[in-house]
């Protein structure tokens, strides 16, 4: 039987309690299936709330709710990937709740109810939410899957040089690349002691470049497709940018061994770039926890902030087992209140393990991340990104993060450093690809 592994916080006696009920949990769920249940084990059955995710701090969320709730408990299962562990294998206590990314592929939506009941009887408003988060969890206009948490693109700077940086709250990929340029300066043997911003030094950033070229890699009939023409586009504008603003591939990358094997807040403190690319995440864990002298600003094209690939959204497994305790959840978990209690208790525990606001994001309740996390993270207060600007991604599929880092970016890299135009097409890189995670 395949292993389930519990996640729970360890610093209290009260949570040390807590996990030694799910590791006793885990022990006789199988074994449930395998008997006559009575009608009180069914009972108790009934009012667990089995909840699949990959997100560590579902184990503090189920905490709360568990304290206040005397109809149902809560139990956390690590999925390290809940799309890919679709569908339920029949040995397995089946999920009523499934929290994660990639769960709008072809392959998962067939597993989620409708959640359209939730809003007719008054359990949540559609209102709370950023709409178009909202919207992309529909299938044919009804509600499959609830948005939960979100991050953003951004890059950071040190304020000493805040003189270098024009824009108060955004850039767009030119005015990073011209802002960066006027930064560069070379020593007396023409070799650069500083480089406003090196592309080839983050890979995240060369994906998201194709992003923001709409590449439109998506999923189509459980393949994955894009516009060749603006990956092409891609290409040639970074190309040119490390050509032309930082001399070569091979002088940048030997720049950034040098100089920018440190953090990357550490890259911009130091003096050695004026911009650091980062994800807002990572940004405001870092400030957060560090008297830093940062600012930052949002990443923007076409008067859009496109959203980190792997948002995190909910639903409600369609063979449930109780799906009365699944939508008491989620009906609990979307107030503002709870939210609101959820990073004060965060905030009273400095627990170095915890993630950036709810559930690593920002969150998809528009009131909670507008107007509670920046009593949290004051940094939002200067810079807070507008909802009209916020992009949702193409629906993508379960092994999309694999994808990104083995195919898209080292293929985008491949083709900035090489000698020779389209020395390797992505297909190989594909190939490549397929054949590693399909023998594992």
Known sequence: MKKISFLVPVHSLVRLCFASCLVLLS????????????????????????????????????????????????????????ALSLPVPKDELPPDIIVGSWLRSDKTKKNFC?????????????????????????????????????????????????????????????QLREMGSKYNQKKSNETFQRIGFAPLN?????????????????????????????????????????????QSAQIESDFAFKYLFMPYYRQVSSGRTLFAYTSSDSLFKTMHEQDLNLDYRWLVQDGKIFMDD?????????????????????????????????LERKEASRLETDMFGIAGGFSAVRSVTEHILPIFYTQLLSNLPPAQMIQVPQKLPPRWESYKTQVVEPYIRADITSVTPNSKPISEFEKEWRKKVFAE
């Not at 709730?69 to 690590?78: C, G, K, L």
């Not at 890979?203 to 998201?208: A, N, Q, R, T």
């Not at 603006?230 to 490390?242: A, D, I, P, Q």
């Not at 609990?332 to 959820?342: A, G, P």
Request: aromatic share 16%; net charge negative.
């Open 114 to 174: 409708s959640l359209d009941y939730l809003f007719t009887h008054n359990q949540i408003s559609s209102e709370m939410f950023y709409k178009n988060l909202l919207d992309s969890g529909k299938v044919r206009h009804s509600q499959y899957l609830l948005p939960v948490s979100f991050n953003l693109p951004a890059v950071i700077f040190d304020k000493t040089n805040e003189s270098f940086v024009s824009e108060n709250y955004m850039l767009t990929l030119e």
């Open 202 to 246: 983050n890979s995240s950033f060369l994906s998201l470049t194709a992003k923001l070229f709409y590449s439109d890699f998506t999923e189509v009939k459980n393949n994955i497709v894009w516009n060749e023409e603006n990956l092409e586009k891609t290409v040639s504008f970074l190309k040119s940018w490390v050509k032309t603003e930082n």
């Open 310 to 342: 792997s948002f995190v959204m909910m639903g409600i497994f369609k063979k449930s087992e109780n799906r009365t305790g699944a939508s008491d959840f989620i009906s609990w978990f979307f107030q503002n209140e709870v939210q609101r209690e959820i």
């Open 27 to 82: 022990f006789t769920s199988c074994q449930e299936q395998k008997t006559n249940l009575t009608y009180q084990h069914f009972a108790q059955r009934e009012r667990r709330i089995v909840i699949w995710t990959n997100c560590s701090e579902f184990a503090q969320y189920a905490e709360l709710f568990n304290k206040n709730n005397s109809e149902n408990r809560a139990i956390i299962v690590y999925k390290e990937n809940p």
